[in-house]
């Protein structure tokens, strides 16, 4: 009996022993899978073939066009902010959004004593390159002009084509000290009625933020070569001998200082002191003085009324004239 119970006692502790081990053995087990599993992700990573890995930099180039592309359509802040296009003779040194197209009509009237009043037109259209790889197109615009006096065909120089070149050298940035700085060059060629001679005219642009708005000055030399601005004495002085022909001033210069004012968003107000030297010799210089304004209807239409006056009462500067641009870009 004493035998038959040691045996039954000896089986019992070896069975226990074998679960014992068998249990230790699922453990041993169960831990190596759940460390071959957290380490499987980054063997992954780490066994990735040349095929993930240009799939991944070509998703990254993606990604880094898409960011590029946004950033283009915010377009530049400072060209909404510093640009103003309106019926007056001061430049702004922007060189319109890239890739933008502008189309520019401008329709005035001035008087002068002794003289016709010319009702002036002139069509102008724009672009602006989007070549993001040349920082000389970037910061460009080009233009063409076909400025017409109307009712008065046989004006000397009437339909002459002007072709523009707009340059910013320096983009002024917002919280920085340094202004927008451009330079413009304008080719007037003689293609209209009974024109001759080649104009060239260089301008310097310089404007800063000041205040609620932006301060402008233009600075310009022309080279005057055509005879379009001489006027012919009346046949009955040429007989008396008491007028010549006037003579043009072949080397002409001037300035102007002016403040475009942000009422809104959408609505401006521009205001500038011309001087400038006179057309013909032997003639003091013009002081003229311009008020206008830029009314933004929408993100591409905008429209431009203003006024010109002399300041000088001399009677060789323009007395009064007004006129209205029409602005229009896509």
Known sequence: MVGIQSVLAMASI??????????DGRSRDSRSLVVSKQSEPMSLVDNQTPKDQSEDSAKEEVDSKDAADEKSEAGDPMEDIQSFNTWTQLEDGQPGQRGEWQVNYFNGWQTQSHESDPWLMVMEVEYSPDVPSSWLLSNAKFGIDLPLELCNGGVDGNGDIELSWKQRLIREEPGNWWPTASIENALRIPTGYN???VDWTLEGIVA????PGTFV???FLTSANGHNNLETASWWDQLSCDAEDDDLRHFQWGARLGYKWRLTDEFAIICDYINQS???T???NQNIGEVAAEWRITDHFTIGPGIMFGLDGQDTTPNFGAGVLVHYSW
């Open 14 to 23: 070896v069975t226990v022993a074998s679960f014992a081990q068998a249990g």
């Open 208 to 211: 800063k933020q000041l205040g």
């Open 195 to 197: 024109s001759s001679g």
């Open 282 to 284: 032997g003639e003091r």
């Open 217 to 219: 000055v233009n600075a």
């Open 278 to 280: 006179s057309e013909l």
